[in-house]
């Protein structure tokens, strides 16, 4: 089953036996046996039952709150893991370490070329758009990462090549109920931003689950910085992941017309864009579907699910900081 999400307000979390029973006005809405769940994320406002929390924790199974709109809140993680060596060579590349700067790079060329991979799709698929700026721009922005010798120069070039690609992002939309300008959160102003910031969240908490379970300290990252409560390692590895997973899934919900702009509602006072219930609904249900496509990994030669490769590129990371591997490969679709 993978992630589960509640999102009835006012729902109560509880267990029975060895399942998560999920109550609303003191019906069933939800039975499902706990060794089916990878992780439970409450969105909105819901009651979870101190037994369920110890059940969860012992299951390993991470609990995440988020508001409404995806904003993340909380979470609950169970014991650390005990590999005490990979956490050792995870600190001892801090900084501007020569692993630091590598590890760096392959977050930024994977996100970088993925970028380029979805823009260069789109092209080949509608021959009335020019793409072409953006392209250029964002080759220009991968080769020179080759001679980044810093992280700030790395972030710099994410930068440049993240703009040339949002850049172009209004032409992959191919409806005219929807539109995109610029990237803006918190909170998001508009239906396509409202999706694209849910979507990195429901992301954020399925790579820190993967994160957790190889052994990381989810709060030491590299490319971002140090910051009191941020899981800076989440979200250095799900840069390579934004253009496989979540942007794929916003486009599909706006194309196919799936979502509507009836789907999405604004806040009176901050202006801020979310999503229906029941428009929540068919977000989820995409990114899930999204999460347990398989496709051949182009370093391990083998057939993954999205979900499974969270895990994968993570222990590849593990596998470079602990010297295993000559180079962090990230995950680049061709």
């Not at 956490?87 to 996100?111: L, N, T, Y």
């Not at 698929?125 to 953006?134: A, W």
């Not at 931003?193 to 190889?214: K, P």
């Not at 593990?318 to 010297?323: E, H, I, P």
Request: charge should be positive; hydrophobic fraction near 40%; include cysteine.
């Amino acid at each position: 089953m993978g992630t589960v999400y509640i999102t009835q307000e006012d729902a109560f979390i509880g267990k029975l036996d060895e399942r998560l029973n999920v109550k609303y006005e003191k019906k069933t809405i939800l039975d499902v046996p706990l060794i089916k769940i990878d992780g439970l994320v409450v969105m909105g406002r819901a009651s979870i039952s101190p037994a369920t929390v110890a059940e969860l924790v012992n299951h390993k199974i991470p609990l995440t709150f988020l508001t409404n709109n995806g904003k993340y809140i909380a979470r609950l993680e169970p014991e650390m893991s005990k590999n005490i060596f990979l956490r050792s060579a995870q600190w001892k590349a801090v900084g501007e370490s020569i692993q630091a700067i590598h590890a760096s790079k392959g977050f930024v060329r994977g996100k970088l070329k993925n970028y380029r991979y979805s823009l260069l799709k789109a092209q080949r698929s509608y021959s009335n758009i020019d793409l072409n700026t953006g392209l250029n721009q964002l080759a220009t922005a991968i080769a020179n990462l080759d001679q980044a010798t810093s992280i700030n120069s790395i972030r710099g070039l994410e930068g440049a090549g993240s703009a040339a690609y949002f850049g172009c992002f209004n032409q992959l939309i191919r409806v005219e109920n929807f539109q995109f300008h610029t990237r803006n959160r918190r909170p998001p102003t508009d239906p396509v931003n409202s999706l694209l910031s849910l979507g990195y969240s429901l992301l954020r908490h399925d790579v820190q689950g993967a994160i957790n379970i190889v052994g990381f300290d989810p709060y030491l990252g590299y490319l971002h910085t140090e910051r009191y409560g941020r899981p800076s390692l989440a979200l250095d590895l799900m840069e390579e992941f934004r253009p496989l997973i979540v942007d794929p899934v916003v486009l599909t919900a706006i194309n196919r017309r799936i979502l509507s702009p009836t789907d999405f509602i604004i806040e009176p006072v901050s202006n801020a864009v979310s999503l229906t219930k029941e428009g929540l609904h068919k977000f989820l249900r995409l990114y899930q579907e999204k999460k347990q496509t398989k496709f051949k990994h182009p370093v391990m030669q083998k057939q993954y699910t999205y979900q499974e490769s969270f895990e994968l590129q993570a222990r590849l990371l593990g596998k470079y900081l602990m010297g295993e591997i000559d180079k962090y490969p990230p995950l680049i679709m061709k």
